[in-house]
Nanobody, 124 residues
Framework: QLQLVESGGGLVQPGGSLRLSCAAS????????IGWFRQAPGKEREGVSC????????NYADSVKGRFTISRDNAKNTVYLQMNSLKPEDTAIYYC?????????????????WGQGTQVTVSS
């Protein structure tokens, strides 16, 4: 069974850090571009950061540039999102997803495999 599982979410104070992990089972992540998306209450799901299958190319939403870093370890079949200098507006459920249709990175409709999400709450 194809599955993506996110972990690493939690409650953190503003200015703090978290590292999210996205682990795959039932398939190999090597062949897929992977994206991190988030959805805050009452808002649409949005792309946060995405990485190509090789890891050579990445992109970031303007709101997280300079604070978040995406990386992947294909040997561990895992993709990471390092989140630093967290702000209350980063509060959301964070999902990882595998791109299953060709095209530009971080176009939500092109991602066909999704995890269940992990909650990130930034609050004092």
């Amino acid at each position: 069974q194809l599955q993506l599982v996110e972990s690493g979410g939690g409650l953190v104070q503003p200015g703090g850090s978290l590292r999210l992990s996205c682990a795959a089972s039932g398939f190999t992540l090597d062949y897929y571009a992977i994206g991190w998306f988030r959805q805050a209450p009452g808002k649409e799901r949005e792309g946060v950061s995405c990485i190509t299958s090789s890891g050579r190319s990445t992109n970031y939403a303007d709101s997280v540039k300079g604070r978040f870093t995406i990386s992947r370890d294909n040997a561990k079949n895992t993709v990471y999102l390092q989140m630093n200098s967290l702000k209350p507006e980063d509060t959301a459920i964070y999902y990882c997803a595998a791109q299953t249709s060709p095209g530009r990175l971080c176009v939500l409709e092109k991602y066909g495999y999704w995890g269940q999400g992990t909650q990130v709450t930034v609050s004092s």
